[in-house]
């Protein structure tokens, strides 16, 4: 499967921004998706999970109750909204795709579980 991530851009804080990840090749519903993000000079992070029926969704502390995750299997797409953005969500954002055995908090959270990537989308909110 090949993934596009999309919709970064510059924003300030407090703002809001929409995310998009587009899956062609193979259908996206076979395919739990992460959400990553790497800042400068940092290393890449979990930001959040779905599973492949949507029902599932894992959230790392500092985006809960800011940023949501969501998937359309109909249209091959994933969401992230992120509201109430901060200077630190400042980073390339990443779209990743998992086939997990188990779609659990401490595995979905580790990249090395994801086999398929997007190219990134930078995401730049000013204070």
């Known amino acids: 499967v090949q993934l596009q991530a999309s919709g970064g851009g510059l924003v300030q804080a407090g703002g809001s921004l929409r995310l998009s990840c587009a899956a062609s090749g193979r259908t996206l519903s076979s395919y739990a998706i992460g959400w990553f993000r790497q800042a400068p000079g940092k290393e890449r992070e979990f930001v959040t999970a779905i599973s492949r029926s949507g029902i599932g969704t894992y959230y790392e502390y500092f985006v809960k109750g800011r940023f949501t995750i969501s998937r359309d299997n109909a249209k091959n797409m994933v969401y992230l909204q992120m509201n109430s953005l901060k200077p630190e969500d400042t980073a390339v954002y990443y779209c990743?795709?998992?086939?997990?055995?188990?779609?659990?908090?401490?595995?979905?959270?580790?990249?090395?579980?994801?086999?398929?990537w997007g190219q990134g989308t930078l995401v730049t909110v000013s204070s």
């Open positions: 990743a795709a998992d086939n997990p055995d188990s779609f659990t908090f401490v595995t979905m959270r580790q990249s090395s579980e994801y086999h398929y």
